[in-house]
């Protein structure tokens, strides 16, 4: 079979991309949300596909997010597969409703009679000075619903292939995009000058259809010493950081939060006898808790420490203090010496 | 200088060969006459062999275990002259400086550490890293990871036994416990409970039994018929015997046996003979020439009692002694060791309560007495305590048929059982 033609990507066009290959592929696929019709997105996300596609399948929605996923929840009862974006994930919460008692319990209130094949798309997560209202992660207020599976990518490549997974899922799936790394894969060193995806092997994606099933994790990095489980953005920070100190570390991307794919996270705990969790959303409740309950369930005796959690502070995300909220470098430097440590 | 080659002696009666078991010099030692040099066994005995000279050693004639030709080079001496001493002082001045260097180097550390130790003033020295650990129940709280846990369940190391370097116990501590530990008797769990395999020679006399063990299984079809004897009128008679005994020795169950044996032998002449089965010739022989098997520190020897039917109970208490002995020091002359025309073979109390003894060949049986046991019996009509023994014999059944045995076995048993026939000539 001859290799797929592939294109450097940004993780926007990538995502466009599977947009456009499934509105082309799939005609019940239909895109709504807050100037994504004739803006093409606040992201540029939806650029262009008003135009390609028509405006009965790509359209703007008035700003209300539980009516964008309300009338979602309705048009996926009824056979179409809705893919909602809601403009930053920090807007997310008047939706919540609709996800978490509709989408979600739709197959199991109707007795399987009705499903709703909805992909909720939203920018998520911090280190772009948004301040409080444009910075959160509100992972693990869906990974606690059950019937809504949780995705997050962290290469134009894995972007493409799980949205169009997503996609084609017959259950509500919401799909968090780190927008810090819409444009290039970015380390947490901040101040230094940022490299854009052209330099990343996760930027070439093939133009046309393939899909990442949801629910496999991914080893980013294999490595002896300590298991990192991140997702997202952090990736590429944790990434940074181990080579910066040449951590022996084994660093998974989740890619999928649920469903989770715990047997790699298992194997590689075990391998290790350590393991540490890092995500930018709040630590209490947080995914990384879920992380390091499982991990102790099943590795207990394998683990030489702790499971340390770098995460972001139990306070609103700060605007001035931005860089001190984020799990960056200097604190994972810190969690790495303890983890070793011990 | 002179040479002298000391050749290995005719030392039995016919043999071609004798095999080194043990040296006593090697080459370069420096000798002098009358000093051991080697055992050499041979088919009946271990013999040593002694220089006739003093000198230097320069060749040896093989290893342990090699077999050497009656006749042929042992060892090659230098012989003693003026020479002699000059080598004895050289090879003295070469290994005094080894020794000393030997012990030097014992503790190489030791005499360093004291002085940095005694550097270190008591008020200036750091705290140590660890904290002391209360000799009270407190001391049985530790902390360690899970996987340190785990680990010490696998290697069934207590936990609570380990010290730690730091705040908790880690694989180092645990590591270091694993030496440490077994001065505590620490064992591991599962790891060297199996003992290493370990290949033996077998060599000098084991291989002798084991040839002469093959030959006796091999050759001869053995049957074996086990009968019950009451021992309780001869124990009585043995412990009355002892308790007047003088300055006699005291009686075993052995050499009362053996008398009985010599008893009852002229009745059954087929079962006190040698086969020789290549000339097809059985001979009974007159005398009683009784093999009787011992375990010694190398294995199991046969000294024989010569005529024992001439022998009276005390006699033949003297030498069963006097040949255990000699057999298990290892200084049982070569005719102490051949010539038995029946062998004995007794584990006494270990007996067990039936054998299947293997014939010394060319003889064409052997008896073995089992251990004695007191048991309820009738007697009449009454149960009655009585001391019972098995008896066991092993016979060549192409010149003892199984009929010849159980007549032997049984006249053996009515003299044991009615030991007055002992005495009545």
């Not at chain 2, 908790?168 to 001065?183: E, K, M, N, P």
Request: include cysteine.
């Amino acid at each position: 079979m001859p290799e797929p033609v592939t294109k450097t990507m940004n993780m926007i066009e990538a995502i466009n991309s599977a947009l456009d290959v499934m509105l082309a592929k799939d005609p019940e696929v239909v895109i709504m949300g807050e100037d994504v019709g004739y803006f093409g997105g606040v992201f540029r996300a939806t650029a262009g596909l008003q135009k390609k596609h028509g405006k009965t399948r790509v359209f703007d929605t008035p700003i209300s997010e539980c009516g964008i996923i309300g009338v979602g929840v309705g048009m996926a009862a009824y056979g179409l597969r809705p893919v909602p974006e809601i403009q930053f994930a920090d807007y997310i919460y008047p939706g919540l409703d609709q996800l978490v008692s509709e989408a979600a319990r739709l197959r199991y209130r109707s007795a399987n009679d009705f499903i709703c094949p909805m992909t909720v798309r939203s920018p998520f997560g911090g280190g772009i000075f948004g301040g409080q209202t444009h910075s959160q992660s509100p992972e693990s207020m869906f990974t606690h619903v059950c019937g809504i599976k949780t995705v997050i990518p962290a290469t134009p490549y894995d972007a493409k292939g799980l949205l169009i997974a997503a996609i084609e899922d017959n259950d509500p799936v919401v799909f968090f995009e780190p927008k810090r790394i819409y444009n290039g894969p970015f380390t947490g060193y901040y101040d230094r000058p940022v490299e854009p995806w052209s330099k990343h092997e996760g930027s070439a994606v093939p133009e046309g259809y393939y899909r990442i099933d949801l629910g496999k994790a991914s080893v980013v990095q294999e490595g002896e010493t300590v298991t990192v489980l991140t997702y997202g953005t952090m990736v590429h920070v944790v990434k940074a950081v181990v080579a910066e100190h040449g951590i022996d570390a084994e660093i998974i991307d989740l890619r999928t939060l649920l469903p989770l794919d715990i047997e790699t996270i298992e194997a590689s705990v075990k391998k290790t006898g350590r393991c540490m969790v890092v995500h930018e959303a709040t630590r209490t409740s947080g995914f990384g808790a879920e992380l390091a309950a499982q991990v102790q369930e099943r590795c207990f005796y394998h683990l030489e420490a702790p499971v340390e959690r770098v995460t972001g502070f139990d306070t609103p995300y700060p605007h001035s203090l931005e860089w001190a909220y984020f799990p960056g470098p200097v604190r994972l430097a810190r969690a790495f010496d303890k983890i070793m440590k011990d | 200088m002179p040479k002298f080659t000391f050749n290995l002696p005719d030392i039995g009666e016919g043999i071609a060969e004798a095999e080194i078991v043990a040296w006593h010099v090697k080459v370069g030692d420096n000798i002098s006459e009358d000093q051991p040099l080697a055992d050499m066994m041979t088919d009946k005995a271990t013999v040593e062999m002694e220089s006739p000279v003093s000198g230097v050693v320069t060749k040896v004639a093989g290893e342990a275990g090699d077999v050497i030709a009656i006749g042929a080079m042992l060892v090659e001496i230098e012989v003693a002259g003026d020479a002699s001493t000059e080598a004895s002082d050289a090879i003295k001045s070469a290994a005094e400086p080894t020794l000393a260097a030997v012990v030097e180097d014992e503790n190489p550390h030791a005499p360093e550490a004291v002085a940095v130790a005694e550097l270190i003033p008591a008020a200036v020295a750091p705290a140590p890293l660890q904290p002391a650990i209360p000799a009270d129940t407190a001391a049985n709280k530790f902390t360690a990871s899970p996987a340190v846990r785990q680990r010490a369940k696998d290697l069934g190391v207590d936990l609570t036994d380990v010290k730690a370097a730091g705040g908790h116990i880690r694989h180092a501590d645990l590591d270091a416990f694993l030496t440490y530990g077994t001065q505590m008797g620490y064992r591991p769990a599962h790891a060297n409970m199996r003992r290493e395999d370990e290949a033996v020679k077998v060599i000098g006399m084991r291989r002798r039994i084991a040839d002469n063990m093959a030959a006796s299984k091999r050759h001869i079809p053995h049957f074996t018929y086990v009968e019950e004897i009451d021992v309780t009128a001869i124990e009585a008679m043995r412990a009355d015997l002892n308790a007047n005994r003088g300055a006699k020795p005291k009686l075993t169950m052995l050499p009362m046996l053996i008398v009985a044996i010599c008893k009852t032998i002229p009745q059954f002449p087929m079962i006190n003979a040698r086969f020789d089965d290549e000339a097809g010739v059985v001979t009974r022989h007159g005398a009683v020439h009784l093999g009787m098997a011992t375990q010694t520190d190398a294995g199991l020897m046969v000294p024989v009692i010569r005529d024992a039917q001439d022998r009276n109970i005390w006699q033949l208490a003297t030498e069963i002694t006097r040949l255990a002995e000699a057999a298990r020091s290892g200084s049982a002359k070569s005719e102490e060791l051949s010539g038995s025309t029946l062998t004995i073979t007794s584990l006494g109390p270990l007996g067990g309560i039936a054998t299947t003894p293997v014939i010394n060949r060319p003889e064409v049986a052997i008896i073995g007495p089992n251990k004695i046991v007191e048991r309820p019996m009738f007697v009449g009509d009454t149960i009655e305590a009585r001391k019972l023994m098995n008896l066991s014999i092993s016979c060549d059944h192409r010149v003892v048929d199984g009929w010849d045995a159980a007549n032997y076995v049984q006249a053996l048993k009515k003299i044991i059982e009615t030991p007055v026939l002992l005495f009545a000539d």
